[in-house]
């Protein structure tokens, strides 16, 4: 007998996240799944609403291959046509699963720059974000609990307890802070080895509350490109294209990243990412984490920007619901935790504190904190 919580998942997926309706296809794109209950349930739940699932597994594995061997023409054609079948759809859910996160750590730069310019691009940013209902999730297993540091039952209880919230609860809470970010002209970010300043006047401001991700819990908006000035220190390790850096500096002038070195990592293949084009090495998100249940960081970003007390900023594209102009092939989210044990710090709006050492100041804003 499945585990019930599955159930409790697939529905909240369907209802909240993408909101299926009669007559709608939705794609279900599986990576390195060992269990297929989900997808399953999804099929099943998809044809009870009038609707209707189709299920594509994939090997990370046998996409390392595909990008370690394939030239510039193989990943356009290869883009054509899952963009085409992206566009043919109404909703998509991603379900990634961790076998190896490294997986992809041994591929080249150049040919994974490759296969972000001329499939990630087109199919994902271009057009499974701008044009369908969406969400990705990763999948629980003994990969990610390793990761996290915790046993496989023990990691299983966490996911489900982190991803199965209320978020339409979240969703109210989530909106004092919202209005203070709408209302802020300057955000500025102090801590160990950081001082960054930057412009959010008038820009949009959207709260995440299970739509897009789960688990979920954050509100973010995109500085001003040019805006950007100052350094940054984050702590929190982090893994993109399949390498791993940790204790990355970014110091900004005029809105453009002129030092990037890390503690961990190869600090070369950073700078790569970095100048991947013109707009990987300026910010396109400016976003505050704040899931209660999310504390430690656990090298899976999908939590990780989440965590209660932290603040993420993505060199690369900008969002379209927060769209500051900057275009990228690179969304690279990097965190930084303020609570003491992570070294503290705080943010300030206009020169008014909000949140010091990771908890929020304001009455309204403090069921957000850690519980």
């Known amino acids: 007998m499945a585990d019930p919580r599955w159930q409790i998942l697939a529905d909240l997926l369907l209802n909240h996240s993408v909101k299926l309706a009669k007559g709608e296809t939705l794609l279900v794109e599986c990576f390195d799944l060992d269990d297929l209950t989900l997808p399953g349930l999804l099929v099943r739940g998809a044809a009870q609403r009038g609707a209707r699932a ?8 046998v996409i390392r291959d595909l990008t370690l061997h394939g030239d510039d023409e193989f990943f356009r ?36 720059s490759a296969y972000s310019t001329h499939y990630l691009k087109p199919v994902h940013l ?21 990761q996290a540091g915790m046993s496989t039952e023990a990691f299983e209880r966490f996911y489900f307890d982190v991803c199965c919230l209320d978020y339409a609860r ?14 802020a002209d300057e955000a500025r970010v102090l801590g160990p080895g950081t ?8 820009m949009p401001v959207v709260s995440c509350a299970g ?6 819990g ?21 893994v993109y294209q399949g390498a791993f850096f940790e204790g ?10 002129v030092e990037a070195d890390c503690r961990v990592g190869d600090s070369h293949r950073l700078r790569a990412i970095l100048h991947s084009d013109e707009g990987a090495c300026r910010i396109g998100e400016f976003a505050i984490g704040c899931n209660p249940r999310i504390l430690q960081p656990m090298r899976d970003i999908l939590f990780d920007e989440k965590i209660a007390g932290s603040l993420h900023l993505a060199p690369g594209n900008a969002y379209d619901e927060a769209d500051n102009g900057n275009r990228s092939k690179v969304h690279w989210d990097l965190v930084l935790i303020q609570r003491p044990e992570c070294g503290g710090g705080r943010i300030e709006f206009d020169g008014q504190p909000i949140r010091v050492d990771g908890r929020f100041l304001a009455p309204e804003l403090q069921p957000l904190d850690p519980e």
């Open 248 to 257: 990355i500096r970014l110091v900004f002038k005029r809105g453009r990243i």
């Open 218 to 238: 954050e509100v973010f908006t995109a500085p001003h490109v040019e805006s950007v000035e100052g350094v940054i220190q984050f702590n929190t390790p982090t």
């Open 126 to 146: 271009e057009s499974r974000i701008k044009s369908t209902k969406w969400c990705v999730l990763r999948m629980p297993g003994p990969g990610m609990a390793q």
């Open 77 to 112: 054609l290869w883009g054509r046509w899952d963009r085409h079948r992206m566009e043919d759809v109404q909703a998509y859910l991603g379900l990634r699963g961790a076998r190896n996160i490294g997986e992809m750590s041994d591929v080249p730069s150049g040919r994974m």
């Open 54 to 61: 189709y299920v594509e597994l994939r090997d990370n594995r």
């Open 170 to 183: 979240m969703a109210r809470a989530l909106e004092p802070l919202a209005r203070r970010m709408r209302d």
């Open 211 to 216: 739509e897009k991700n789960i688990p979920d």
């Open 195 to 202: 001082d960054l300043r930057f412009s959010i006047k008038g």
